[in-house]
C-alpha cells in the first residue's frame, strides 16, 4: 500500500544532483515533479516493493539525463503513465 511509503524520504536536494552544478535546484525540482506524478497516480493497493522500484527506476533513468531539463510536462507526464503501464516486477528494474 502507498500509504506506508513516504515519498517525501525519495525526493532529491540540489546536492544530490551536483552534477547539474548551477542547474542543481531546477534539475532536483524536475526530478521531484516525476516522483510524485508517479505517487499521485500510483493505486492506493500497490504494493510498496513495486513502488519503491519504480521510484527507483525514475532516479536512475532521469538523474543525470541531459534532456530533463528540456522535456515538457505533459512529455515527463506521457512517460510516468508509459512507466506504470508497462510495469513487470520481474524484468523492469535493470540497474545500470
Not at 522535456?71 to 507526464?77: E, F, R
Amino acid at each position: 500500500m502507498k500509504s506506508l511509503l513516504d515519498i517525501h524520504v525519495a525526493l532529491s536536494t540540489p546536492a544530490d544532483l551536483d552534477v547539474w552544478e548551477d542547474l542543481a535546484e531546477a534539475a532536483s525540482d524536475r526530478l521531484n515533479d516525476l516522483l510524485f506524478m508517479l505517487y499521485d497516480r500510483a493505486p492506493d493497493d500497490i504494493p510498496v516493493d513495486r513502488l519503491e522500484l519504480q521510484i527507483q527506476k525514475i532516479w536512475d533513468v532521469w538523474r543525470e539525463d541531459q534532456h530533463l531539463l528540456d522535456i515538457d510536462t505533459q512529455d515527463l507526464s506521457d512517460w510516468v503513465d508509459h512507466l506504470m503501464a508497462t510495469w513487470d516486477d520481474a524484468n523492469s528494474f535493470e540497474p545500470d
